[in-house]
């Protein structure tokens, strides 16, 4: 007997891909946007050791690193709408719980699990920065924003690009876990269409090629960008 119907496979992927790939790219780049500026504000709180505000960074950072994603989702996709409720009945305000789109609540938990992993790989990036420069630009009368604008941050940024890229790389296989909160992504689709035929493991492979796929992309444009952002290495 045959193991695989590829005649099958071929003919789920357009499905797959048109309609899935889009939902899954969405979710990743909106939340690691998001999960980046979260990432940033966390490391500059816990590097200038801002009160209160540090200590609230390390709860959050030590929550969403030491949960399961899924809890995570399952918890914001439930939770957030009895709290929406909650401050209906209680301020007499219209928000339209039913109203809210499942995809707009995995931008929240996305962006926030995300960027308690950015938050550590960005103060590590900002802490590679020589001192020496730092002190230079006060001494050239540079306040502490335009230090952390011109000099801290796009050293950062190439230093930690290679740890953004695998993070983000990440992220996009992680969002095969959104379809349990009803989001037709890949693993979406290809639930979908295994539902209807009944062929789950055709269908579950043809979503593992594509993510394949898409990571494979994802390296290579890593790979260059990374390249383009150490052209100054290379010179010196």
Known sequence: ?????????????????????????????????????????????????????????T????????????VQILIFYYGIPIILRAVNAKYGTGIDVSGVPAIDY????????????LSESTRSAILSVPHGQVEAGYTLGMSTPKIL???IIPQAL???????????????????????ASVPEIIGQAKIIAGRTSMFFESYIVAALIY????IILEQVLRILEKRARRHERRA
């Open 158 to 180: 190439t230093v930690a690009l290679p740890n953004y890229g695998n993070t983000f790389i990440g992220l996009l296989k992680d969002t095969s876990l959104a379809f349990i």
């Open 149 to 151: 604008r011109r000099i």
């Open 212 to 215: 394949w796929l898409l990571c």
């Open 1 to 57: 007997m045959d193991i695989l119907d590829l005649q099958f496979m071929i003919d789920c992927v357009p499905q797959i891909f048109i309609q899935g790939v889009p939902i899954a790219l969405k979710i990743g780049l909106v939340s690691f946007f998001f999960g980046l500026l979260i990432g940033l504000v966390n490391a500059l709180f816990k590097i200038y050791k801002v009160p209160v505000m540090s200590q609230l960074a």
């Open 106 to 117: 995995m931008y929240i938990v996305y962006s926030l699990n995300i960027g308690s992993y």
């Open 59 to 70: 709860v959050y950072i030590s929550f969403f690193r030491g949960t399961p994603l899924m």
